[in-house]
């Protein structure tokens, strides 16, 4: 593994997700197995050294001039072993230094304190240290001293690779966190023994061995004790970590180098994206603009995430009038509210959905009013509440809804996603607990279904052969037929611009919901039907590509990480 290569390869493996972070750990392994830097004859080998290491250990163990005796067996672990050179040993932290050091010093002396919060997980970066009198941590905290090296042993942050040698501590000793297993090795590089910490080959078989509850889990000081510890010879541990930084410092450009080049495309998206959608007076014809954005496409969506913006651009390129042209000939949204109230009337007369029902959405329309000052629509479109163009729209039942493993699908806040109703996840009802939580109408596919909370503003269509009970904190708006298109009230509610149509703003201390009144005043900019079904059309095409191109960049993504993988697992695998 050289520079050559790395830089070589790096803009192809670059884009993968997390590319350089497992760069960074590919290199670790290398260089733990040897294969980072060349072997010298002339070098000491490590049995050799480890020799000297147990008799020094035992000169000061000896002489009284040592920390606390480790208490475990110092017998490395046979597991997960793999090839080294001829000049190499294995060993364990316990047989090449103190485990849990102790420092002896005067109360009075000014030393280092350093929480887990001033540790780095990255590698080179040193850690962080205030100043206080060794009398005020001596006690409760984990004892350290110029050259240790330490690794947290908690989860987040072991999982993450954060590890230490402590340098530049006040008079030469520190203490920390008690979340710290800490080593003061003999006769080896320090740095040497970081990279090993900050290795996945460490890492990954410390996680499952780590004990306690989630959230709260530890590395027992018996793998940190005696996991197995590939040791070079001393003069090779210098060349090594001198490549591990030279490695780690190229990753830190490139990394910045494509932090830079990821900013300047997501604000040239972004950019694009506002003047594609802004209703300044620089707008241009909808037939340009969507040229515009469908040859820009590809150079704006580089990683699948960026898709998401796309869509959500088209949706609000669809709710200003910018995706079709508008046609004077179409019955205008005035007349199309003015249908729908006649036919809305004559379903409340026959006392639809039901008395009681039919006289509270009677009294509800009648509260209806459109605000002033509202943006200016296209030409023969109209600004309305959802329950003016609705037939009528209904809260669901408050209350927790008896689940029972099979029966009528219920409806959660859950299963309404990204304009869609995703049955995953999602429980069932009796029929007699079904005709209880739907007496104040029966939900009927084509109906719209909106989301008051957990999340707030989510919006679905309920689709053909589908019969559904609506749980907590949900609402729906039942349309008259051949009036407004369902598919583009769903569209239309799917606008970046929604809690700005809401004129019930929301409330909640801690989670923020809609009213029910924010819900039946919602603000609709209404195009004429026949617009409607065209934009419904245009969306439809639109996200035909998105999903198109979607594709495309997840096989091109796993063609990067197949590549990757290829590249890490053909090194391994050579001897």
């Known amino acids: 593994m050289s520079a050559d290569i790395l830089l070589r390869e790096f803009e192809r493996l670059a884009s993968t997700s997390k590319a350089i972070s497992r760069l960074r750990g590919f290199i670790f392994d290398l260089a733990l197995q040897g294969r980072l830097v060349p072997q010298h004859g002339e070098d000491e080998p490590a049995r050799d050294l480890l020799s000297r290491i147990a008799a020094m250990k035992a000169e000061l163990e000896r002489s009284g001039n040592q920390p606390r005796r480790s208490r475990s067996s110092g017998a490395a672990a046979q597991e997960t072993r793999h090839p080294?050179?001829?000049?190499?040993?294995?060993?364990?932290?316990?047989?090449?230094?103190?485990?849990?050091?102790?420092?002896?010093?005067?109360?009075?002396?000014?030393?280092?304190?350093?929480?887990?919060?001033?540790?780095?997980?990255?590698?080179?970066?040193?850690?962080?240290?205030?100043?206080?009198?060794?009398?005020?941590?001596?006690?409760?905290?984990?004892?350290?001293?110029?050259?240790?090296?330490?690794?947290?042993?908690?989860?987040?942050?072991?999982?993450?690779?954060?590890?230490?040698?402590?340098?530049?501590?006040?008079?030469?000793?520190?203490?920390?966190?008690?979340?710290?297993?800490?080593?003061?090795?003999?006769?080896?590089?320090?740095?040497?023994?970081?990279?090993?910490?900050?290795?996945?080959?460490?890492?990954?078989?410390?996680?499952?061995?780590?004990?306690?509850?989630?959230?709260?889990?530890?590395?027992?000081?018996?793998?940190?004790?005696?996991?197995?510890?590939?040791?070079?010879?001393?003069?090779?541990?210098?060349?090594?970590?001198?490549?591990?930084?030279?490695?780690?410092?190229?990753?830190?450009?490139?990394?910045?180098?494509?932090?830079?080049?990821?900013?300047?495309?997501?604000?040239?998206?972004?950019?694009?994206?506002?003047?594609?959608?802004?209703?300044?007076?620089?707008?241009?014809?909808?037939?340009?603009?969507?040229?515009?954005?469908?040859?820009?496409?590809?150079?704006?969506?580089?990683?699948?995430?960026?898709?998401?913006?796309?869509?959500?651009?088209?949706?609000?390129?669809?709710?200003?009038?910018?995706?079709?042209?508008?046609?004077?000939?179409?019955?205008?949204?005035?007349a199309l509210l003015e249908r729908i109230a006649v036919q809305r009337e004559e379903l409340l007369a026959r006392d639809f959905p039901n008395p009681s029902e039919a006289k509270t959405q009677r009294k509800k329309q009648r509260q209806q009013s459109i605000p002033s000052g509202l943006p200016q629509l296209p030409t023969g479109w109209q600004w309305a509440t959802l329950m003016q163009c609705a037939a009528l729209v209904v809260d669901c039942r408050n209350k927790t809804v008896p689940y029972t493993s099979a029966g009528v699908t219920l409806l959660r806040t859950t299963n309404i996603r990204h304009g869609r109703i995703v049955l995953d996840d999602h429980r069932y009802v009796s029929d007699a607990t079904y005709e209880i939580w739907t007496s104040r109408y029966k939900p009927q596919p084509g109906d719209i279904v909106i989301t008051r909370e957990a999340p707030m503003g989510e919006v679905a269509k309920i689709p053909d052969g589908l019969t559904v009970c609506l749980g907590q904190r949900l609402m729906l708006a039942r349309l008259v037929d051949g009036t407004?298109?369902?598919?583009?009230?769903?569209?239309?509610?799917?606008?970046?611009?929604?809690?700005?149509?809401i004129q019930d703003k929301p409330i909640g201390a801690l989670v923020e919901h809609l009213r029910v009144g924010g819900v039946e005043t919602l603000l609709i900019p209404l195009p004429p039907r026949a617009e409607q079904l065209r934009i419904v059309a245009r969306v439809d095409q639109l996200m035909g590509l998105c999903d198109r191109l979607e594709a495309e960049l997840g096989a091109a993504e796993s063609r990067r990480e197949s590549f990757l993988e290829a590249v890490i697992h053909g090194e391994f695998s050579q001897v």
């Open 84 to 334: 080294i050179p001829g000049n190499w040993t294995w060993t364990c932290m316990a047989e090449i230094g103190f485990l849990s050091p102790r420092n002896d010093v005067d109360d009075d002396s000014p030393a280092s304190f350093v929480p887990m919060a001033f540790i780095s997980a990255d590698f080179g970066v040193p850690h962080e240290h205030e100043e206080l009198s060794w009398r005020e941590m001596k006690k409760g905290y984990t004892h350290f001293a110029e050259g240790d090296v330490g690794v947290a042993k908690i989860t987040p942050c072991f999982e993450n690779g954060k590890s230490t040698v402590f340098r530049g501590l006040k008079c030469g000793v520190g203490a920390g966190t008690t979340e710290l297993h800490v080593i003061r090795p003999i006769l080896v590089d320090p740095d040497y023994l970081l990279i090993f910490l900050k290795s996945p080959s460490f890492i990954d078989s410390g996680i499952p061995k780590m004990t306690g509850t989630a959230g709260q889990k530890r590395l027992p000081a018996d793998y940190f004790a005696s996991a197995p510890l590939p040791l070079p010879p001393v003069q090779e541990q210098r060349r090594i970590v001198a490549k591990v930084g030279e490695l780690m410092g190229l990753c830190d450009l490139l990394e910045a180098a494509d932090n830079v080049r990821e900013q300047c495309r997501d604000a040239a998206r972004a950019s694009f994206l506002h003047r594609l959608v802004s209703d300044g007076p620089e707008r241009e014809s909808g037939g340009l603009e969507i040229r515009r954005f469908l040859k820009e496409l590809p150079r704006l969506a580089v990683r699948r995430e960026h898709v998401v913006e796309l869509r959500q651009a088209i949706l609000d390129l669809a709710v200003r009038g910018r995706l079709v042209s508008q046609d004077p000939e179409d019955e205008p949204a005035r």
């Open 484 to 501: 407004v298109d369902p598919d583009f009230l769903v569209y239309s509610l799917r606008d970046s611009n929604l809690m700005g149509r």
